[in-house]
């Protein structure tokens, strides 16, 4: 008999809806429940592409006995961590200070006014390397409530009442400068991975948003170190294993420092970061390889992750099925020297392992091996005929539902892919998405606009947006805006920061996470660090940025140097964890530049002037397309054409130079 998650519209909450245990959602109804009851609450929270959820569903929620225990000494609640992050992170927060570590599945026992007092993550079915097994932890935890119930409510309220305290440091007054920048950098230096790329050891994360900065960083100081370390890194990662050699997109994080094994499943956010990344990249140095990738990625996300619906689904799973029935992490892209033999012929199939450095012993699991592209360029026959056999295979699963910010991250990536390299049917799909997210997710009140966090079949979810969905799709509006020219995108983005300003925002430049008017936890969360995206507060600074460039508005601007206080603090210390902070701080130092193009629509000279502005690398740049003294955008008021040619303008610190007819002269203004 199917249990309460049945009327998810969450996969991951679908996954578990034929378990035993008698799973509740996130409601007030569960924790009136263990009132009732005079039971704690079990909260488990995890993902649908998660490996280890995976794992503990399978050896623990799907056993009779284990539900059994579960359904008499506790109210079970399980939460998709990409549906409430909110609830994630406070929770995430309580598990780290009291373990020191944390991840996914997360395991916390609470009382009935959401208090926690005990918390793990991952535990075996039986004891094993130091862990007990999930039964004990039930156990314990059952027995200590009901015989120390005192000490236990004690402990609740000591760990609720510590994280209520917690008080973030804004940072030094005022905003960050060349000082902090030039430390955040000299720390980047330190730990960058000289031999493999990227930063630190293993496991090693793709770092999309410290790579946004170096790239600013490069282009507004024209420092080479920087641009060497971007450089390197995209390399790196793009011939290991971490990057899919045959069907394009990034895999989630590389398990070794070398990139030659990832965690299987891809993700939207990274992907959508990443192709973004590469497109800049190759704006910057004009290298093939980066070029390749980018619209790999995108044409990955478009061909993998788009719905019918016209949005882009959440993740693709790390497991899927074998060829012998079983389930294996991997199984999907994972080859030996025999399969691609078998595939390929002789001949081939060893040309194949030598490129894709597929060996008898293998790097992965039973002798197979992660397909990577140690030199080279790939052979596009070989290519095309392995991932056709691939296509053959089980495949992963997906999970469909639409999360408002990733898909703001992948509306800007496909907007920009697009405006680069010529391809307007990546910038119609940005714009299909964008559509999407304005139909189905934007609420619009006498208030305000209320935007939903996730949808799936196009139907909107029940849970509210977040400061990393307001932020991250008014960013991607905003991209949208300045590749196809429609001022309306600037009109909702500004809809959705005016939210931001109003509903997020707290004293001394402070974001939250969660609205002022949002379910009340036992912590309203507010994290300025990034993590696997740009932090709410970050992505957040940036979009304030861009539009008070395209706007004028001081209200804007002083909300995101606000937000960016944090930045200045935090950036010399701790650079790899606030990336895109550093990248919107390198635009703000850089103006940001305002640019309009006024000519004819369809104009030649229009076109080339309005790529040469997208084309600049000037950090942050605001750009506005449209006829002249059009309404469309505030950029281009009282701007006419020049000697009745098309013209480009461009602004930077309240001071603006003559405009110009010539693309070239136009390409310099952008870097001088």
Partial sequence: MANRLAQATSPYLLQHADNPVDWWQWEPAAFEEARRRGVPVFLSVGYSSCHWCHVLAHESFEDARTAAYMNEHFVNIKVDREERPDVDAVYMEAVQAATGQGGWPMSVWMTADGEPFYFGTYFPPEPRHGMPSFRQVLEGVSD??????????????????????????????????????????????????????????????????????????????????????AADTCEAMARGGIYDQL?????????????????????????ALLCRVYAHLWRATGSDLAKRVALETADFLVRELRTSEGGFASALDADSDTADGGHAEGAFYVWTPAELREVLGDEDGARAAELFAVTEEGTFEEGSSVLRLPVGEPDADLRARLLAAREERPRPGRDDKVVAAWNGLAIAALAETGAFFGRPDLVERATEAADLLVRVHMDFEAGGVRLHRT?????????????????????????????????????????????????????????????????PLIRRPQDPTDNAAPSGWSAAAGALLTYAAHTGSEA????????LGVVKGLGPRAPRFV?????????????????????????????????????????????????????????LRDRPLVNSSSAAYVCRGFVCDSPTTNATELARKLTD
Avoid: C
């Fill in 556 to 563: 804007h601007r002083t909300a995101a140097e606000g937000a």
């Fill in 579 to 635: 990336g895109w902070g550093l990248a919107v701080a390198e635009a703000l130092l850089d103006g940001p530049r305002e640019v309009a193009v006024v000519g004819p629509q369809g104009d030649p000279a229009t076109r080339e002037l309005h790529l040469t502005a997208l084309m600049g690398t000037a950090p942050g740049a605001a750009v506005a397309v449209g006829e002249p003294d059009s309404d469309e955008f505030p950029l």
């Fill in 247 to 271: 069907g394009g997109g990034f895999a989630r994080y590389s398990v070794d420092r070398e990139w030659v094994v990832p965690h299987f499943e891809k993700m939207l956010y990274d992907n």
């Fill in 455 to 519: 949808s799936k079949d196009g139907t909107a979810g029940a849970n509210a947006g977040v400061l990393e969905d307001y932020a991250d799709v008014a960013e991607g509006f905003l991209a949208l805006a300045a590749v196809g020219g429609e001022g309306s995108w600037l009109e909702f983005a500004g809809f959705l920061l005016d939210m931001v300003m109003d509903r997020f925002a707290g004293e001394g430049g402070q974001l939250y996470d969660t609205a002022h008017d949002a379910e």
């Fill in 144 to 229: 200590a409530w009901t015989g120390r119930r005192d000490e236990v409510g004690e402990v609740a309220q000591r760990i609720a009442s510590d994280l209520a305290g917690r008080s973030l440091v804004v940072g030094g007054d005022g905003v960050p400068g060349e000082e902090e920048l030039a430390q955040a950098l000299l720390g980047l230096t330190r730990d960058y991975d000289e031999r493999h790329g990227g930063f630190g050891g293993a496991p090693k994360f793709p770092p999309s948003m410290v790579l946004e900065f170096l790239l600013r960083h490069h282009a507004r100081t024209g420092g080479e170190g920087a641009l060497q370390m």
